[in-house]
């Protein structure tokens, strides 16, 4: 896989996370702890997608 192949995916993958953090936080009995982990993915995704387009 390229490069830019894998760094798509990883953004992919973030906006796919993005969908999901936005419907469970519109959920009314939505649970913190499930929001706290798909923030906490979505911000990992991020900082992995910013690492590889510095780097190369």
């Given at each position: 896989?390229?490069?830019?192949?894998?760094?798509?995916?990883?953004?992919?993958?973030?906006?796919?996370?993005?969908?999901?953090?936005?419907?469970?936080?519109?959920?009314?009995?939505?649970s913190e702890?499930?929001?706290?982990?798909?923030?906490?993915?979505?911000?990992h995704l991020?900082?992995?997608?910013?690492?590889?387009?510095?780097?190369?």
């Open positions: 896989m390229s490069m830019q192949a894998h760094v798509a995916e990883l953004e992919r993958r973030h906006q796919a996370l993005d969908k999901e953090l936005k419907a469970e936080m519109a959920h009314p009995a939505s702890m499930r929001i706290a982990e798909l923030k906490r993915r979505k911000l991020k900082d992995e997608i910013n690492r590889l387009k510095t780097v190369h």
